[in-house]
């Protein structure tokens, strides 16, 4: 049972370029989110979905997309990387009301040059 | 829009010296409220969930309390390794929407 997995660990982008961050978990869980979190600045909600083909925005959506075509996959997809989008970003998966934790992946240091 | 604060955003404590952390909440239908911890480099570690009122969970030297309109994570007799930031997030609507707080960095002295 591996958990919430996310490639890459780290990964440097020029201004322009596009990339997918890969989320993984194992859990069967139906409910994944995407976080980007900058310094002093806690965790901001880029996407969230409840399940296989449903996806929603979260606070800071622009210059991010996301699909969920599986249960267990949640990429999200940065178009036109901006240095802005320099941040650390976060997948995590939370089964639903009732079932207690939500799950972290370990996170993917991300910088736009 | 739901609002999460937590307050102070740091905190510096003595070995063994008890407090509080504050994580202050503005929504509409809460669902149920998180505490995490999370070490620098690394993901947020899940530590509580309080549904309701008036519930309480406990773990180690940790105590979560919830009211209507806040959490507390009660430190008792912190160690160094306590030394951590901590965040607290809610949970609300349908579709189960998470809200963070900022997080509140706490260093413990030996």
């Known amino acids: 049972n591996a958990g919430v997995t996310q490639t890459p660990k780290f990964r440097i982008l020029k201004i322009g370029q596009s990339m997918t961050l890969q989320c993984t978990q194992d859990?069967?869980?139906?409910?994944m989110y995407w976080y980007r979190q900058d310094p002093g600045m806690g965790l901001k909600l880029i996407y969230y979905s409840v399940g296989a083909g449903i996806t929603d925005k979260g606070e800071v959506p622009n210059g991010y997309n996301v699909s969920r075509s599986t249960t267990e996959d949640f990429p999200l997809r940065l178009e036109l990387a901006a240095p802005s989008q320099t941040s650390v970003y976060f997948c995590?998966?939370?089964?639903?009301?009732?079932?207690?934790?939500?799950?972290f992946g370990p996170g993917t240091r991300l910088t736009v040059l | 829009e739901d609002q999460v604060t937590q307050s102070p955003e740091a905190l510096r404590l003595q070995e063994g010296e008890s407090s509080s952390l504050n994580c202050s909440y503005t929504v509409s239908g809460l669902r149920g409220l998180f505490w995490y911890r999370q070490d620098p480099g690394k993901g947020p570690e899940f530590l509580f969930t309080l549904y309701s009122a008036g519930e309480e969970k406990e773990k180690e030297r940790l105590k979560a309390t919830l009211t209507k309109k806040e959490s507390f994570l009660h430190i008792t007799a912190p160690k160094p390794e306590d030394s951590a930031t901590y965040l607290c997030a809610v949970v609300t609507g349908a579709n189960s929407k998470l809200t963070f707080g900022k997080g509140i960095t706490l260093s413990v002295r030996p």
């Open positions: 859990m069967n869980h139906n409910y």
């Open positions: 995590a998966s939370y089964g639903g009301p009732g079932l207690n934790e939500q799950f």
